[in-house]
């Protein structure tokens, strides 16, 4: 979108510019550019913009965590059975 028109402060100024978006913009993440130039001078922003409202997701495991988290699980039922055998046969 160029939106050349509109306000044009002086260096030390402020001024308020609109950039009417399409009624069909999705909702979701946009990433916004903001270019400021004058006849020798540029100067870039950027940010990131949540239109419409935020949606929930779920939360997503990947199989290396799921493979890790079992793994970590043997292995504690494995020291379970290890120490709880080895108390047995003190006792014994």
């Not at 939106?3 to 913009?25: E, F, H, I, K, N």
């Not at 004058?38 to 965590?65: F, H, K, W, Y």
């Amino acid at each position: 979108m160029d939106d050349s028109g509109g306000v044009a402060p002086a260096p030390g100024q402020s001024g308020t510019m609109r950039a009417p978006l399409s009624t069909t913009t999705p909702a979701g993440l946009w990433q916004v550019t903001l270019t400021l130039q004058s006849d020798t001078t540029s100067r870039q922003a950027g940010a990131i913009l949540q239109l419409g409202s935020p949606q929930l997701s779920g939360m997503v495991l990947s199989g290396n965590v799921i493979l890790g988290a079992g793994v970590v699980g043997a292995l504690l039922v494995v020291a379970s059975w290890l120490i709880g055998s080895r108390l047995r046969w003190r006792a014994g």
